[in-house]
């Protein structure tokens, strides 16, 4: 029986690969694609998503905009949030439109009957945690519906990307991450820690172009359009693609390790969005996730490989 999951996003380089191993895998029965500014402004965000969808041809799957801005704090926008949605020479145009119905709502009405089936969802948050976090704060009950929240956020050991202490997807609405932080739903957490592990190549980009159909030509094109290459930084070749960690532990849990923390962040101050992980039990709060450490680099593009694969079988 495949699991279902709802995927909270961003659309971003690695939000759309995320997507499309998420659509391209029958384990996982995605009910709907949830969107929230953060890469770039919603109204971009929202056409990348139906655009990531479309090109997967799973287009009954639902898209939803959400939230256009943080809970507290000033807008931010990801590195190139000057470029806004893919151009078509990226990622091809589609008539695909986002449902009327608003993401908050979506997932309040979702989880709700999830909860009410017992049969609770999990949910892929792989942007700033706004939309989550209203639905938890509006409608607590929501939290029952909720198997547990995959989350690539967090940096503890490897600092920050987009400012030098925080990862973005917590900096961008630090207070949606401490309300998400605290609801006491279980939480998986990829931090960068463990995403700078896993850095794709250029064989592996070009594997994904010749074999991955559609998307994985579009992969290809967005990879190479935004290096995320930092040789000073990761010492070797190659650029991490954060999101698809959280996919992929759904799909291979055994590709992964880690250990349970205490995590918490800064929501004021010149650091807000500074995220600690209590690995040593120094406070007496009990633990609130299990914060992954440790990636098998090779098993995980593997992974992508085979599963996106499907597109170019499904296109042969």
Not at 179 to 187: A, D, Q, R, T
Request: charged share 20%; hydrophobic share 45%.
């Amino acid at each position: 029986m495949s699991q279902r999951i709802i995927i909270d996003t961003d659309p971003g380089v690695d939000d759309a690969i995320a997507l499309w191993l998420a659509l391209a895998s029958p384990e996982l029965d995605v009910l709907g694609v949830t969107v929230v500014a953060g890469n770039v402004a919603l109204k971009d965000t929202v056409r990348n998503a139906c655009k990531i969808v479309a090109l997967s041809g799973k287009t009954g799957t639902p898209v939803f905009a959400g939230a256009p801005g943080p809970l507290v704090r000033e807008q931010v926008y990801g590195k190139y949030a000057h470029i806004g949605a893919f151009n078509d020479e990226l990622v091809p145009d589609s008539h695909l439109q986002p449902q009327a119905e608003h993401a908050v709502d979506f997932l309040v009405r979702t989880l709700r009957q999830a909860a009410d089936d017992n049969d609770p969802v999990t949910v892929c948050v792989i942007g700033p945690m706004t939309n989550i976090a209203l639905a938890l704060g509006m409608h607590p009950d929501v939290a029952r519906g909720i198997k547990h929240i995959v989350t690539m956020s967090c940096a503890f050991t490897a600092l920050g990307h987009r400012v030098p202490w925080a990862e973005f997807n917590v900096y961008a609405d630090p207070h949606a991450a401490e309300k998400v932080f605290n609801s006491g739903v279980p939480l998986v957490i990829m931090p960068l820690d463990l995403t700078f592990q896993a850095l794709i190549g250029a064989d592996d980009i070009e594997a994904l172009k010749q074999d991955g159909g559609l998307p994985g030509k579009a992969i290809a094109a967005l990879l190479n359009a935004f290096d995320r290459s930092d040789l000073n930084r990761f010492g070797r070749e190659g650029g991490p693609v954060h999101d698809a960690a959280t996919i992929a532990w759904l799909l291979q849990p055994g590709l992964f390790s880690g250990q349970p923390a205490r995590v918490g962040v800064a929501v004021s101050g010149n650091t807000a969005g500074y995220t600690y992980a209590d690995f040593w039990h120094k406070l007496t709060t009990p633990p609130n996730a299990m914060v992954m450490q440790t990636v098998d680099e090779y098993g995980f593009f593997s992974l992508l490989r085979r599963v996106l694969s499907r597109y170019g079988d499904a296109q042969a």
